[in-house]
């Protein structure tokens, strides 16, 4: 399952990437994942690949390569994908951006994905994403989660 995911996210990227439509054989030489298998193999692993990626609702389309219509390409248009801008003033969306990375797995940010669609992220003086890493793992969280679910008290160490 984790290959299917990062290939999805690979062509994905690569899809929104590109500024052009992408032919399937630009696709299997480009993308990870898809380069060591055979034209049958490809071509089975491609199409769910595509099923999938519209199953999420991922707008992808197919269009013409060039102007005389002979190669078609695939491409996912940026301003069909991103979300519309919701009228966030700045320190909203900073405080939206501290909220999302506060949360962190294994520290990784777990909000950072649906924050850039929204615009990005804030920057500190230095230049550098905010962000603010708890150091929490994934039973930290669970912990976390079943004490204010029980409305238990919480104490920590502040360092």
């Known amino acids: 399952m984790k290959n299917v995911i990062e290939r999805l996210l690979n062509l994905l990227a690569f899809l929104l990437t590109s500024g052009r439509p992408v032919t ?7 993308v990870a994942g898809y380069d060591r298998e055979n034209d049958v193999a490809f071509h089975r692993m491609f199409e769910r690949d595509k099923d999938l990626l519209r199953s999420m609702g991922i707008p992808l389309g197919m269009t013409f390569t060039d102007a005389w219509e002979v190669e078609q390409g695939y491409v996912v248009p940026p301003q069909d994908y991103e979300l519309a801008d919701p009228g966030l003033t700045d320190e909203e969306r ?13 520290g990784q940010p777990t909000g950072a994905d649906a924050m850039f669609k929204l615009g990005g992220a804030p920057m500190t003086a230095a230049g550098e994403p905010l962000a603010a890493d708890l150091g929490l793992s994934a039973d930290d969280l669970g912990t976390i989660f079943s004490a204010v679910a029980e409305h238990r008290i919480l104490t920590f160490e502040y360092r």
């Open 94 to 106: 900073a405080a939206l951006w501290l909220a999302a990375q506060i949360v962190r797995l294994g």
């Open 24 to 30: 399937a054989d630009e696709i299997r030489e480009t």
